[in-house]
Structure formats: C-alpha cells, structure tokens
C-alpha cells in the first residue's frame, strides 16, 4: 500500500491558492480602476504597485503579472464598458475592502 506525500500535496495546494488569489486580485485591481474611471473617480495607481510589490515577494513573475493587469484590464473595459451604473460605488467599497484584507494577509506571507 503506497500513501500520498502529503507535503507534496499540501504543495500542490499552496501554489494552486497562489495561483488563484493572484488571479483574483488582479481582477478586483481591474474593476476597481474601470469602476473609477467610469464614475470620474481619479484611480490611484498605488494599487497596482501595492500588488506587483507583494506578487514579486511570493516569487510571481513580476513581467507575467503586469501584463495579466493590463490584458485584464483591457479585456474588462470592452465588457463593461463606460457607463456608471446605478451600483457602482457600492462595488467600488467591496472591491476595495477586499483589496485591502487580501494584501494585508498577502504581505503577511512574505514577512
């Protein structure tokens, strides 16, 4: 009877994890700048600085990552396009209490 390697397993998870909570920024990052931008709210770059600083921490390839913020975001504004809707800042507060807790759990990681 052969049992798993657990710790390749439990390896196998992290990267997945980190895989996906950067897949998950880098869209809340995109929303929040279309949101911004559609609701004539100044988007504040720091946003993706703050992300690309801590991905490159968790040894993401920085290049990889600026590029994925950019096709997102662009691939984002064609979908929702220029308008303000009714809900916008509402979500504009999520994304950003999001963004907020996420980074701050994130930076704990490579601390």
Known sequence: LMLPNFSLIEKAKAAELKKMTQFV???TVSRMRIISENCGINFD???SEDLIEVLSGLNVDVGEARRNIDLNYKADKFRFGDECKKDSLKALKFFNDYY???IKEMR???K
């Open 100 to 102: 907020k807790n996420t």
């Open 25 to 27: 920024m880098i869209q």
């Open 108 to 110: 704990a990681l490579i």
């Open 45 to 47: 770059e720091k946003y």
